[in-house]
């Protein structure tokens, strides 16, 4: 099994910036790709960003590609999502995600919310 916690959400002013970090734990060894997705209220949850390092891939969602940046720190097992120019419409949970691919995500965190609103 693997535990992912998600830290870093909050209220953010409109065009602010946010930085999300998932801490993993457990059986690492088991998953290539590590990603992060969302939902807002009353909506289905929507990929954003996914990484395999081992891979060489990354991959964005096109509704935040150039404002949101997926990175890695493999020696602390984190993924982080860097969030800029943040829109009202950004405002949902977030979640961690790991997997064997960035297609194939089969452990969750259990979300963090972000808010963007003056």
């Known amino acids: 099994q693997v535990q992912l916690v998600e830290s870093g959400g909050g209220l953010v002013q409109p065009g602010g910036s946010l930085r999300l970090s998932c801490a993993a734990s457990g059986s690492i060894f088991s998953i290539n790709a590590m990603g992060w997705f969302r939902q807002a209220p009353g909506k289905e949850r929507e990929f954003l960003a996914a990484?395999?390092?081992?891979?060489?891939?990354?991959r964005y969602a096109d509704s935040v590609k150039g404002r949101f940046t997926i990175s890695e720190d493999n020696a602390k097992n984190t993924v982080y999502l860097q969030m800029n120019t943040l829109k009202p419409e950004d405002t949902a949970v977030y979640y961690c995600a790991a997997g064997p691919s960035t297609y194939i995500m089969n452990y969750w965190g259990k979300g963090t919310l972000v808010t963007v609103s003056s």
């Open positions: 990484s395999s390092r081992s891979a060489g891939i990354t």
